[in-house]
T-cell receptor
Framework: AQSVTQLDSQVPVFEEAPVELRCNYS??????LFWYVQYPNQGLQLLLK??????LVKGINGFEAEFNKSQTSFHLRKPSVHISDTAEYFC???????????FGSGTKLNVKP | SQTIHQWPATLVQPVGSPLSLECTVE??????LYWYRQAAGRGLQLLFY??????ISSEVPQNLSASRPQDRQFILSSKKLLLSDSGFYLC???????????FGPGTRLTVT
């Protein structure tokens, strides 16, 4: 079975500071990893995805994530955050059964001026 | 381009009343369709998914059911709502054996 752990439920950060949102997964098979962002009362928007190839993945809005197989992690990073990045971020994993995604519990990023 | 619609956007229903939430996808054919529930302060729970018309897989035993009467239509229903059914319901789609899922705007359900 696959599962995703987002250890930080909330991350406060000041504007223009760097941020890292942590994601760890457990899986016995090859995985595909995703980060989504959710603004209040909206659906989820895909930020980036790792399917294969380079372990450093770049996404929209200046975000990037690095796949680390040995540590079973897929942490999301941004070198300088903006107020508009305030949202909830979800890490997700899928495996050989492409029909199913498993989501973490989410991390609320609060960017302060 | 593909778009996904959900309605209604918000809904307040009394305990014991029926429920019908609708999701439709435009601009693609034979998508995989999904219903998720997001309870306050929690992640997304997969409720149902469908790989074709009339094909529904249930992930969690519960008070809800799903149907897919047309290729791009996915309906979430309940005969009698419980207080615990309150939450934010999200519909999503993906292409068969593709990788990412695309989400609709969601329906906020409050059961009183």
């Amino acid at each position: 079975a696959q599962s995703v752990t987002q250890l930080d439920s909330q991350v406060p950060v000041f504007e223009e500071a760097p941020v890292e949102l942590r994601c760890n997964y457990s899986s016995s098979v090859s995985v595909y990893l995703f980060w989504y962002v959710q603004y209040p009362n909206q659906g989820l928007q895909l930020l980036l995805k790792y399917l294969s190839g380079s372990t450093l993945v770049k996404g929209i809005n200046g975000f990037e994530a690095e796949f680390n197989k040995s540590q079973t992690s897929f942490h999301l990073r941004k070198p300088s955050v903006h107020i508009s990045d305030t949202a909830e971020y979800f890490c997700a994993v899928s495996g050989n059964n492409f029909n199913k995604f498993y989501f973490g519990s989410g991390t609320k990023l609060n960017v302060k001026p | 381009s593909q778009t996904i619609h959900q309605w209604p956007a918000t809904l307040v229903q009394p305990v014991g009343s029926p429920l019908s939430l609708e999701c439709t996808v435009e601009g693609t054919s034979n998508p995989n369709l999904y219903w998720y529930r997001q309870a306050a302060g929690r992640g997304l729970q997969l409720l149902f998914y469908s790989v074709g018309i009339g094909q529904i897989s249930s992930e969690v035993p519960q008070n809800l059911s799903a149907s897919r009467p047309q290729d791009r239509q996915f309906i979430l229903s309940s005969k009698k709502l419980l207080l615990s059914d309150s939450g934010f319901y999200l519909c999503a789609w993906s292409m068969d054996r593709a990788y990412e899922q695309y989400f609709g705007p969601g329906t906020r359900l409050t059961v009183t």
